[in-house]
């Protein structure tokens, strides 16, 4: 199913959400992903080591609301289209969800860091010339591609661990994973298509200083939920 499609999909879903239910949780989800990087810019290296406790904090904080948001728009979606009761706000927090949340950030964090790594190596490399110009934009490119397929083929993690919570599943964090990263198997072109057709609506959002995220994220969410039940019933 292409993007546009599951656009569509997604912006019925959100009309069939009271508004005074997902924008709340949109404001949430925006102002949980600004504080960090606010009070990232307000501090610099020499703010001793409390500074950088609470925004390492701040970051943990504003991945767990995101998990949560995503977790919250499937419910939603499963909701809408199968029925059953609504899903409670906090519904991606439980202390099951936070435990394999945790676990799987921690995972996630060090296979993102290393590659990031990696690419500011290159860079620096670059700057200092102690590398070839081609050479170091070839293994940068190449880098920064890793790292985007890396994080699409990451895309429905937060959701198999939801499902496994919600059926009572017990599996280990590692099979999540591979549980997720076999569903993208074939999807990562068209899950990238699906991130780059909300391109636009990001830059509008920017301009807005992130008020037309508290709309955009339920969208954007809600299009990505339904790539994955799609994905499950082979589908997409």
């Known amino acids: 199913m292409k993007a546009k499609k599951i656009r569509a999909l997604a912006r019925e879903n959100l009309k069939q959400i009271p508004k005074k239910i997902y924008m709340p949780m949109g404001l949430l989800l925006v102002v949980a992903n600004i504080i960090p990087n606010v009070f990232g810019q307000a501090t610099d290296s020499k703010s001793g080591v409390g500074a950088n406790i ?15 948001g995503y977790i919250f728009f499937d419910r939603w979606r499963n909701k809408i289209q199968k029925g059953g009761e609504e899903p409670n706000a906090w519904c991606g927090l439980s202390g099951r969800h936070l435990a394999r949340l945790a676990v799987y950030g921690v995972i996630e964090a060090l296979i993102i860091v290393s590659v990031t790594l990696a690419i500011v190596a290159v860079i620096v490399g670059l700057v200092i010339s102690q590398v070839p110009v081609a050479v170091s934009i070839i293994l940068l490119t190449l880098l920064v591609v890793l790292l985007v397929w890396i994080e699409l083929r990451l895309t429905y993690v937060v959701y198999v661990i939801d499902d496994d919570v919600r059926t009572g599943q017990k599996r280990s964090v590692w099979a999540e994973i591979g549980a997720g990263w076999k569903l993208t198997k074939g999807r990562v072109w068209k899950l990238l298509c699906l991130n780059l057709s909300f391109l636009g609506w990001d830059i509008l959002t920017a301009f807005t200083l992130g008020i037309l995220g508290i709309w955009l994220i339920p969208y954007y969410n809600l299009a990505i939920a339904e790539t994955y039940e799609q994905s499950k019933e082979d589908k997409y």
Do not use: D, Y
Request: no cysteine.
């Open 54 to 68: 609470i925004f390492f904090l701040l970051e943990i904080a504003a991945a767990l609301l995101t998990a949560n």
